[in-house]
């Protein structure tokens, strides 16, 4: 079965701070693919990234990074230099990629982060 | 419109009642997804559209919950026989063609209250 954790359920910091959102996954799937989501006020659900599970390669998008690290199961989200409009929940994901898998997401609880000024 | 579309953005249903929960993806996507948010069970999977093929309704929690979608476009979550619990925000979303191989789109969500 998959599963997605995500340990840490509230982070509050202050603007300018680097914040790291951790993300751990279970899957007996040798293709899957990664997600992190963030979730505004506002309710709907702003796709940041997707990773297939053979792209190792970090990346890095502006002030944003993630981390994907399969030997130890993990897909780590870094927010550098943090501003007040990062405040928002934040959920990873994982879903099977083999063609004709299931096409669900598997979320993480979701960790909110508060960013004060 | 640009977004994926949800009506209504709230409800209050008194137990027992039917609700009908609508949702007009982005246009041109062939893949609709609903999700179920609650503050017990987080995000939850409940049926996957992909164009004319057999939907997947894996993630519907029980045969009171049922959904369809007309034309390829417009879909509607239906939950019957409404139970507190069925209080959550239900989330839509929409892609275009290959499903999770495309980036997914959601909605805002309608927020259902049974009381």
Redesign the interface.
Known sequence: AQKVTQAQTEISVVEKEDVTLDCVYETRDTTY?LFW?KQPP??????LI?RNSFDEQNEISGRYSWNFQKSTSSFNFTITASQVVDSAVY?C?L?E?RWGG?????????MKLTVNP | GAGVSQSPSNKVTEKGKDVELRCDPISGHTALYWYRQSLGQGLEFLIYFQGNSAPDKSGLPSDRFSAERTGGSVSTLTIQRTQQEDSAVYLCASSFGQGLRDTIYFGEGSWLTVV
């Open positions: 693919y989501y506002s309710g709907e659900l702003v796709f997707r959920f994901a879903s990629a299931s096409e669900k997401l598997v979320f993480g609880k979701g």
